[in-house]
């Protein structure tokens, strides 16, 4: 597949704006790609030639992100969920499976906690407790900046970032154990093991906790490893939802 010819850009409508889409619908499985913080649907362009044309294919740009509505709102994950549920229930999706990278994994994991989904899908997902909240105040600031400040978020709307970070950097949205001991659906965790932004340690927590998971984890692969490595990602997603 190629991610301009096989796929048509959607708006849907929402309660927080439009949220912009592109989709490629088939009669197999529906599949929901999210996307990481500060990116877009254009960060699954490598990964899409390899995805099986006959699942309905589904690239999010999430609230704030890419051609979506970007207001001036606080980003917490409870708002980004509700967002989406609004998108799948516009799109007339029923039980997709769900493809979450890094922060999208986060709003993955959550929607999942309280929302029918056929398969979970977990890549180098955040979310879980971070070691921001024993910093003191001046030294969670100068990070954030550091974060802004990365080349990687140039072209994304500062305001949404820093209020994601400003949030994440006080885990008053991290994924508690009791949470995610209510993931019911399947979960694939999938992990590169040499992520320097989310530790692989963490993978482990995530696969301790959840109690219908299994771990995928991809050797020499970073912090995206369905732009590195995106054969063996597309075919880890094949099998799975299949």
Do not use: C
Request: proline share 4%; glycine share 6%; charged share 20%.
């Amino acid at each position: 597949m190629d991610i301009e010819k096989d796929f048509i850009d959607m708006s849907v409508h929402t309660s927080f704006g439009k949220i912009h889409v592109k989709a490629h619908e088939s009669e197999g499985k529906q599949i929901i790609f999210l996307h990481g913080l500060g990116s877009s649907t254009r960060t699954w362009t490598t990964l899409v030639p390899f995805l099986n044309s006959n699942n309905s294919i589904y690239l999010i740009d999430m609230l704030g992100h890419g051609e979506s509505a970007a207001p001036e709102l606080e980003y917490s994950v409870d708002i980004q969920v509700s967002a989406l549920r609004e998108t799948i229930a516009e799109l007339g999706i029923g039980n997709p499976s769900i493809f979450g990278h890094s922060y999208g994994g986060w709003i993955a994991a959550k929607y999942a906690i309280s929302n029918e989904i056929d398969r979970l899908i977990l890549e180098d997902s955040a979310g879980l407790p971070s070691q921001f909240g024993s910093l003191d105040e001046a030294e969670k600031e100068r990070r954030k900046e550091s974060i802004l400040r990365n080349p990687i978020l140039s072209g994304a709307n500062q305001y949404v970032i820093k209020s994601i970070l400003d949030r994440e950097f006080t885990d008053i949205d991290a994924l508690t154990n009791s949470e995610l001991g209510m993931i019911t659906a399947p979960t694939l965790i999938i992990w590169g093991s040499k992520d320097d932004i989310l530790d692989p340690k963490q993978a482990d927590a995530l696969f301790a906790r959840i109690s219908s998971s299994t771990l995928l984890m991809i050797k020499n692969a970073r912090h995206t490893p369905h732009y590195t490595f995106p054969m063996e990602i597309a075919k880890a997603i094949t099998n799975f939802v299949r």
